[in-house]
């Protein structure tokens, strides 16, 4: 707990540049675990061609031809292209020589790249609710307005106690206005709809 504090002071400390440089630091150390990563297995990749070089050869030096697999007519062509490769990763390798050399995050900046990674996360789901609901809207918007343009002009119902009316009639101001807030902050609607 006294680390995450640790974490949101120095947010709130330092601002959206120390924000940056937690996102860049955090960066590099990922970006050096992935190399550390990709060396290892270029090795592996290195060992497992040698194998299968010499074993290939193998098979090449038998004094009876071997007739019944396929592909063994290929394996001196696979033999060489093997050879090539395991030539050009030892030389990656020998280039590399090590993996790169990351920094390391004391607890706060790991705790406050969390914080940054879950206000970032949010605030992407918040603008996606806001634009599913402005497009909610607009769509029901479209459909009043084609369903009043479709009725008959002057039309009246005929409904009893008091339901009947101007179908055609197109929605008030203050009952659009209610509508919007019903869809964007429906605690605040309701408020407001009360007062009408």
């Known amino acids: 707990m006294q680390t995450s504090i640790q974490g949101k002071k120095l947010l709130d400390e330092g601002g959206p540049n120390t924000e940056k440089a937690i996102l860049a630091k955090q960066a590099l150390v990922d970006a050096a675990a992935m190399d550390a990563a990709t060396i290892k297995k270029i090795e592996e990749l ?10 290939l050869r193998e098979v090449l030096a038998l004094e009876e031809t071997v007739t019944n697999v396929a592909g063994v007519d290929k394996f001196y062509e696979q033999a060489g292209e093997i050879d090539r490769r395991a030539k050009l990763y030892k030389q990656v390798l020998a ?4 993996p790169m050399t990351g920094l390391e995050m004391p607890q706060a900046e790991q705790d406050a790249f969390v914080m940054i990674q879950t206000k ?4 992407e789901h918040l603008k996606k609710i806001q634009e599913g609901t402005e497009k909610g809207l607009a ?3 479209e459909a009043w307005t084609t369903s009043t343009v479709a009725g008959p002009a002057g039309s009246k ?3 009893k ?8 009639a197109p929605l008030p101001a203050d009952a659009s206005a209610i509508f919007e807030d019903c869809l964007k902050n429906p605690s605040g609607a309701a408020d407001k709809k009360a007062s009408v």
């Open 46 to 55: 290195v060992f497992s061609l040698e194998e299968s070089g010499k074993k």
């Open 157 to 159: 119902g005929e409904g």
């Open 161 to 168: 106690g008091g339901y009947g009316g101007d179908i055609s």
């Open 95 to 98: 280039e590399l020589k090590s």
């Open 120 to 123: 970032q996360k949010t605030d």
């Open 139 to 141: 769509n029901l918007k």
